[in-house]
C-alpha cells in the first residue's frame, strides 16, 4: 500500500516539476497547489490544504530568479501532507521544512546533470539530427528534473514511515521543539520579502515601499485594498512626471 | 536570402513547442538553450532549406538563453520568429535573443512573482487555511486561463510587430509599464511583509515598585512597548536582516538557514512566540 501510495505521490513530484518546466497549467510547484494535489490524491484534502497553505506563505515571493536554488518547498509540501494524514498536521508540517532544505542538494545536483542535454544537443546539431534532438527533448529533457524530486517521494513514503514514527514520538515527547519550530515558520517567509525586494530597485523609490507599510501597519487596509491603493498611486505617479513631455 | 512563407500550422507548431518544453534540459551551462532550439526547429526547417544554413541556424540557437518564461520571453520568441521569416542573418536574431532577455526577465519577474503571484496565492491560501476548499481552486483558476492568454497573446502578437516590436520596446512604452509595476509591487510588498511575517516576544519585565508606601507588582509587557514605537517592528527588523544578507550576495539556502536558528533557538528558549 505505501508502495502504491509512493508511485502516486511520486508522480506527482514529477508532474509538479515538469509543469513548472512546461506548461504551467497548475503551477503545482507552489505549495499551495502541490499540497492541495496531494491532498486529493491521499484522500484527506483539508491536510493537503493547512500544510500548502502554510508552506505557501513561509514561501511567499521565494522564486528561482534566475536559476537560483530556493528550498523545495515543492516536495515538502506533498511529504508533508502525506505524513500528516496519519501523524497530524504538526509533524507533518515539522517535516516537511526540512524535507524542503535536503532537497535543495538535490536541486543543484539535477541543474549540475542537466548539462549532458546541453552536450547531447550540440552533438545532434553538428549532425543535423533534427529527429535525435526532437526525441531527446520530449522523451528525457525532463527526466533528471522530474525523478530528482520524484525518487526522493516515492522512496520517503514508500519506506519513511519508521522514521517518521520516531520523529512524530519525539516531537511530543518534547514540546518545546514544536515551539521553536511554530517561530521559525513565522519568520521564513522574510526570505520570500528579503528575495523580492532584492530583485525590485528599493533604493531607487523607498518613499513606495514605506506607504505599503503604513496602509497596512496603521491604517489596517486588506491587501486586495492595498494593490488597488497602489496601482491609483502609480498611474498619479507618472501622469505627474510624463505629463510635461506629453502636454 | 528571403525567407519562406511560415504558415499559422508552423507558428501554432513554434508556439506549443514553447509552451509544453521551454525550460525542460534547463541546466547551469546554458539555461533555457534546449527548449528555445526545440521552439525554433519547425521555423528554421522553413526558413532555411539549405542544409548547411539549417545546421548553422540550428547550432547557433543552441546558445545560451534564460528569461521570465512567461512575462517577456514570448515577445523574444515572436519578433524572432518575424525577423527569421523576414531573412535575418543569425547576428540580428542572436542580438535580439541577448538584448532582450535580461530586461524582459526583471520586468516578468516584478509583474508575475511580485505582484501578481504574491496576490494569488496569499488569497488562496489565507482561504485555505480557514478550511475553504474554493482557496485553491480559485487560484488554480487564475493560474490555468491567464498565464496561458498571457503568452499566447504576447507570442503572437510580437509575431505580428516584428522588428516593429524592437521600436515599440525603444519607444518607452515597456519602459513607463516596468515602472508602473515596479511601483505596484513597491506597495504590495510594503503591506504584505509586515502582513505575513510574524514574529512576537512573550517576555515581560516584573519589577516591584512603591506608590505611597504600598509595595506594588508592575509587569510591563516588551512586545506592548515595542508594538507603541512602531507596530510590525520585529517582522521588519527580519525582513530587513533577510533583505540585507541576500544584498551581501549570500544565496537564499544560508539566509534561511540563519533565520532557522533565529527562529528555533528562539522559539525553544521562550525569547519569541
Redesign the interface.
Same mark, same amino acid.
Not at chain 1, 77 to 95: P, Q, R, S, V
Not at chain 1, 102 to 110: A, E, G, K, R
Not at chain 2, 132 to 146: A, C, F, Q
Given at each position: 500500500m505505501n508502495i502504491v501510495m509512493g508511485l502516486i505521490l511520486g508522480a506527482w513530484a514529477y508532474y509538479c516539476v515538469?509543469d513548472?518546466? !512546461?506548461? #504551467?497549467? /497548475?503551477?503545482s510547484f507552489?505549495p499551495?497547489?502541490a499540497g492541495?494535489g496531494a491532498g486529493i490524491l491521499v484522500g484527506d484534502?483539508?491536510t493537503g490544504?493547512?500544510v500548502? @497553505? #502554510?508552506l505557501?506563505?513561509m514561501g511567499?515571493? $521565494?522564486?528561482t530568479? !534566475?536559476?537560483? #536554488?530556493?528550498?523545495d518547498y515543492t516536495v515538502g509540501a506533498i511529504l508533508g501532507t502525506y505524513f500528516g494524514k496519519t501523524h497530524g498536521f504538526e509533524t507533518g508540517l515539522a517535516l516537511a521544512i526540512p524535507a524542503a532544505?535536503l532537497l535543495?542538494q538535490v536541486d543543484i545536483l539535477n541543474? =549540475?546533470l542537466?548539462?549532458i542535454? %546541453?552536450h547531447r @544537443?550540440?552533438r545532434?546539431? @553538428?549532425e543535423?539530427d $533534427?529527429k535525435g534532438?526532437?526525441r531527446m527533448? /520530449?522523451l528525457f529533457?525532463?527526466v533528471i +528534473?522530474g525523478l530528482s524530486r520524484g525518487l526522493p517521494v516515492f522512496l520517503a513514503v514508500a519506506f519513511g514511515e519508521g522514521l517518521v514514527k520516531a520523529v512524530s514520538a519525539f516531537f511530543e515527547a518534547n514540546p +518545546?521543539?514544536n515551539? !521553536?519550530?511554530?517561530?521559525?515558520?513565522?519568520?521564513?517567509?522574510?526570505?520570500g =520579502? !528579503?528575495?523580492?525586494?532584492?530583485?525590485?530597485?528599493?533604493e531607487k523609490?523607498p518613499a513606495?515601499?514605506?506607504?505599503?507599510?503604513?496602509?497596512?501597519?496603521?491604517l489596517k487596509?486588506p491587501? /486586495?485594498g492595498? %494593490?488597488l %491603493? %497602489?496601482?491609483a /498611486?502609480?498611474?498619479i505617479?507618472?501622469q505627474l512626471k510624463?505629463r510635461a513631455k506629453e502636454a | 536570402m528571403a525567407g519562406a512563407k511560415l504558415t499559422r500550422a508552423d507558428l501554432m507548431s513554434a508556439f506549443w513547442r514553447h509552451l509544453f518544453m521551454i525550460q525542460c534540459g534547463w541546466n547551469y551551462e546554458r539555461m533555457q538553450n534546449c527548449g528555445y532550439c526545440y521552439m525554433m526547429l519547425p521555423i528554421l526547417k522553413k526558413t532555411r532549406p539549405d542544409p548547411e544554413d539549417f545546421k548553422e541556424a540550428f547550432q547557433t540557437n543552441l546558445n545560451f538563453f534564460n528569461t521570465n518564461p512567461f512575462v517577456g520571453g514570448p515577445l523574444i520568441f515572436g519578433a524572432h520568429i518575424a525577423l527569421e521569416e523576414a531573412g535575418a542573418s543569425l547576428e540580428t536574431t542572436e542580438g535580439l535573443k541577448v538584448g532582450l532577455m535580461g530586461p524582459l526577465a526583471g520586468v516578468g519577474d516584478t509583474l508575475l512573482w511580485a505582484l501578481y503571484n504574491s496576490i494569488i496565492f496569499s488569497i488562496g491560501s489565507v482561504m485555505a487555511l480557514q478550511g475553504n476548499i474554493l482557496g485553491p481552486i480559485l487560484t488554480w483558476l487564475l493560474v490555468l486561463i491567464p498565464y496561458f492568454a498571457v503568452r499566447y497573446w504576447q507570442f503572437f502578437w510580437s509575431y505580428r510587430q516584428g522588428a516593429n516590436m524592437i521600436a515599440q520596446l525603444g519607444s518607452g512604452a515597456i519602459g513607463r509599464l516596468t515602472e508602473a509595476a515596479t511601483l505596484v509591487g513597491l506597495i504590495v510588498v510594503g503591506g504584505f511583509a509586515p502582513s505575513i511575517v510574524s514574529l512576537k516576544t512573550p517576555l515581560k519585565w516584573v519589577r516591584d515598585v512603591t506608590i505611597r508606601g504600598e509595595t506594588v507588582t508592575q509587569t510591563i509587557s516588551i512586545q506592548e512597548n515595542l508594538d507603541a514605537i512602531m507596530p510590525y517592528l520585529l517582522p521588519v527588523l527580519v525582513t530587513g536582516l533577510a533583505y540585507y544578507l541576500l544584498k551581501k550576495g549570500w544565496n537564499p539556502v544560508r539566509v534561511i538557514v540563519v533565520l532557522l536558528v533565529i527562529g528555533f533557538l528562539g522559539g525553544a528558549l521562550g525569547i519569541f512566540g
Amino acid at each position: 500500500m505505501n508502495i502504491v501510495m509512493g508511485l502516486i505521490l511520486g508522480a506527482w513530484a514529477y508532474y509538479c516539476v515538469y509543469d513548472m518546466l !512546461g506548461p #504551467t497549467f /497548475v503551477m503545482s510547484f507552489r505549495p499551495l497547489l502541490a499540497g492541495f494535489g496531494a491532498g486529493i490524491l491521499v484522500g484527506d484534502i483539508q491536510t493537503g490544504m493547512q500544510v500548502g @497553505a #502554510t508552506l505557501e506563505l513561509m514561501g511567499l515571493g $521565494v522564486y528561482t530568479y !534566475g536559476g537560483a #536554488t530556493i528550498p523545495d518547498y515543492t516536495v515538502g509540501a506533498i511529504l508533508g501532507t502525506y505524513f500528516g494524514k496519519t501523524h497530524g498536521f504538526e509533524t507533518g508540517l515539522a517535516l516537511a521544512i526540512p524535507a524542503a532544505l535536503l532537497l535543495t542538494q538535490v536541486d543543484i545536483l539535477n541543474r =549540475f546533470l542537466n548539462f549532458i542535454f %546541453a552536450h547531447r @544537443a550540440d552533438r545532434y546539431a @553538428a549532425e543535423g539530427d $533534427v529527429k535525435g534532438f526532437e526525441r531527446m527533448m /520530449v522523451l528525457f529533457s525532463h527526466v533528471i +528534473w522530474g525523478l530528482s524530486r520524484g525518487l526522493p517521494v516515492f522512496l520517503a513514503v514508500a519506506f519513511g514511515e519508521g522514521l517518521v514514527k520516531a520523529v512524530s514520538a519525539f516531537f511530543e515527547a518534547n514540546p +518545546w521543539f514544536n515551539k !521553536g519550530l511554530s517561530v521559525t515558520g513565522g519568520i521564513l517567509p522574510a526570505l520570500g =520579502f !528579503g528575495m523580492l525586494l532584492k530583485i525590485m530597485p528599493v533604493e531607487k523609490y523607498p518613499a513606495f515601499l514605506l506607504l505599503g507599510f503604513v496602509l497596512y501597519a496603521y491604517l489596517k487596509i486588506p491587501l /486586495v485594498g492595498i %494593490a488597488l %491603493a %497602489a496601482i491609483a /498611486v502609480a498611474l498619479i505617479y507618472q501622469q505627474l512626471k510624463y505629463r510635461a513631455k506629453e502636454a | 536570402m528571403a525567407g519562406a512563407k511560415l504558415t499559422r500550422a508552423d507558428l501554432m507548431s513554434a508556439f506549443w513547442r514553447h509552451l509544453f518544453m521551454i525550460q525542460c534540459g534547463w541546466n547551469y551551462e546554458r539555461m533555457q538553450n534546449c527548449g528555445y532550439c526545440y521552439m525554433m526547429l519547425p521555423i528554421l526547417k522553413k526558413t532555411r532549406p539549405d542544409p548547411e544554413d539549417f545546421k548553422e541556424a540550428f547550432q547557433t540557437n543552441l546558445n545560451f538563453f534564460n528569461t521570465n518564461p512567461f512575462v517577456g520571453g514570448p515577445l523574444i520568441f515572436g519578433a524572432h520568429i518575424a525577423l527569421e521569416e523576414a531573412g535575418a542573418s543569425l547576428e540580428t536574431t542572436e542580438g535580439l535573443k541577448v538584448g532582450l532577455m535580461g530586461p524582459l526577465a526583471g520586468v516578468g519577474d516584478t509583474l508575475l512573482w511580485a505582484l501578481y503571484n504574491s496576490i494569488i496565492f496569499s488569497i488562496g491560501s489565507v482561504m485555505a487555511l480557514q478550511g475553504n476548499i474554493l482557496g485553491p481552486i480559485l487560484t488554480w483558476l487564475l493560474v490555468l486561463i491567464p498565464y496561458f492568454a498571457v503568452r499566447y497573446w504576447q507570442f503572437f502578437w510580437s509575431y505580428r510587430q516584428g522588428a516593429n516590436m524592437i521600436a515599440q520596446l525603444g519607444s518607452g512604452a515597456i519602459g513607463r509599464l516596468t515602472e508602473a509595476a515596479t511601483l505596484v509591487g513597491l506597495i504590495v510588498v510594503g503591506g504584505f511583509a509586515p502582513s505575513i511575517v510574524s514574529l512576537k516576544t512573550p517576555l515581560k519585565w516584573v519589577r516591584d515598585v512603591t506608590i505611597r508606601g504600598e509595595t506594588v507588582t508592575q509587569t510591563i509587557s516588551i512586545q506592548e512597548n515595542l508594538d507603541a514605537i512602531m507596530p510590525y517592528l520585529l517582522p521588519v527588523l527580519v525582513t530587513g536582516l533577510a533583505y540585507y544578507l541576500l544584498k551581501k550576495g549570500w544565496n537564499p539556502v544560508r539566509v534561511i538557514v540563519v533565520l532557522l536558528v533565529i527562529g528555533f533557538l528562539g522559539g525553544a528558549l521562550g525569547i519569541f512566540g
